[in-house]
């Protein structure tokens, strides 16, 4: 019954966190979607989160963890992308208008 309780427990866990990680996604985005300058953005961000790599860790990071990390960077460089085309079109409407 132990083993039952400690599992459901850390399932509760893993939601909770991602549920944060999932809302945290989002407010990024929409800071992506709405930022003057997502190329600047971008290249802040990636300079911030190399400083933060090389600090040191209170225990060791696992490979599941930098797969996750990998995987949170692709989506947002999907999102600075996306901003960029965004910007891109508008700045033609504005020059063709």
Known sequence: ??????????K???DF???QVHLLTSFLV???DT???PKELWW???KAAQVTSVLPQSKPVTEDFRDGQRELMLRLKGA???AEATLTDRR???DRG
């Open 1 to 10: 019954m132990a083993k039952i309780d400690e599992y459901s427990k850390l």
């Open 12 to 14: 509760e866990d893993l």
């Open 17 to 19: 966190i991602s549920g």
């Open 30 to 32: 929409s800071v992506i």
């Open 35 to 37: 930022h003057p300058n």
């Open 44 to 46: 802040c961000f990636e």
């Open 80 to 82: 600075i992308e996306s």
């Open 92 to 94: 033609g409407d504005l």
